[in-house]
């Protein structure tokens, strides 16, 4: 985790599972070996620090101006109070575990180097925590990467042997040294590991916890599966099949009030008869008859006059027969 990418990890309350005596001692170390250097102590473990990386570790408005722009009191009084007297430690190089470590290969590379270098920060002569520098790629300049307040690792990293790799196993918050073919675990993290081992041996490890994943990883696949059915069928309830049961009940509802409709006019008769009748309203008095028109006088009917008698015809008078030709 980057400043430049995403804010810095907040830092974690100091465990109080080991005792005050290795703070003092541990803190007392980390302060001989800036005093002693003048400044940031050098690379005691295997692996180069960039002289740039020093300088960053050295300067005023470097490393510990950007743990102070970050992690100091802010306006509403909460944060770290850095002052004069906060310094850097032991400039380490981090190495982590090779891919094909981690996939259980054998290999004669275990671990390779990282973009990371490790330095424990002291304020008024004790352990704060651990800043972790980076090369930022785009501007090619250092910057800080992460910042753990948490003492204990401060103390365990403040003075990693000459001859050692520093390694850090991310997954499991765990730091080691490499010697050889032997893993110390300075800070065990979730491991569980209080003595040293071997890379075999914690090749191992990672392979058996691996192997436990594996099958939760896929049983969670059924699982998944399932989980996808049952909301499916819920969507399809709820988009379908309610609104038909909810359209067949309003059917439903609708013919019985349409059946009760009669039953209801009877009630409602029976009750209107039932009910006390009003008294009757007063007759109006009677209207004046009204005065009959005299009738209109007859007119005379005039009378038709005959029609005239027809005259008779006269007989014709009748013709005699023709006579009959004589032959020729």
Do not use: C
């Not at 310094?87 to 094909?100: E, K, S």
């Not at 204990?152 to 003075?159: G, K, M």
């Amino acid at each position: 985790m980057h400043p430049t990418s995403q804010p810095p990890r907040s830092a974690p309350e100091p465990p109080t599972s080991r005792g005050p005596w290795r703070r003092v001692i541990a803190g007392s170390l980390l302060a001989l070996g800036i005093a002693i250097a003048g400044g940031p102590a050098a690379a005691a473990s295997q692996g180069s620090v960039p002289a740039d990386v020093v300088a960053y570790a050295e300067d005023p408005d470097g490393l510990l101006a950007r743990l102070d722009d970050l992690f100091g009191v802010d306006a509403g009084g909460d944060g770290i109070e850095f002052d004069e007297t906060a310094a850097v430690g032991q400039l380490n190089r981090v190495f982590v575990f090779t891919p094909a470590f981690l996939a259980g290969e054998p290999t004669e590379t275990p671990v390779e180097r990282a973009n990371e270098w490790t330095a424990p920060i002291e304020l008024r002569e004790e352990p704060l925590g651990l800043a972790t520098i980076w090369i930022n790629q785009s501007t090619v300049d250092p910057e800080l990467a992460d910042f753990v307040g948490d003492p204990e690792v401060a103390i365990a990293l403040a003075d990693v042997p000459a001859d050692a790799y520093l390694v850090r196993d991310s997954p499991h918050d765990a730091w080691f040294t490499l010697v050889g073919e032997d893993l110390t675990p300075l800070v065990p993290g979730s491991t569980g590991l209080d003595d040293p081992t071997t890379l075999a041996a914690y090749q191992g490890r990672l392979a058996d916890e691996q192997a436990a994943v594996e099958p939760a990883q896929r049983s969670q696949v059924p699982a998944l599966a399932v989980t996808v059915i049952v909301v499916s069928a819920l969507i399809v309830v709820a988009v379908i099949v309610l609104p038909l049961v909810r359209a067949r009940a309003h059917g439903r509802r609708a013919r019985a009030s349409g059946e009760s409709e009669p039953e209801a006019e009877v009630e409602t008769e029976t009750e209107t008869e039932t009910e006390t009748e009003p008294e009757p309203e007063p007759e109006p008095d009677p209207e004046p008859e009204a005065t009959p028109l005299p009738e209109p006088t007859p007119e005379p009917e005039l009378e038709t006059p005959p029609a005239p008698a027809k005259k008779p015809r006269k007989p014709s008078a009748s013709r005699p027969p023709k006579a009959p030709q004589p032959p020729s």
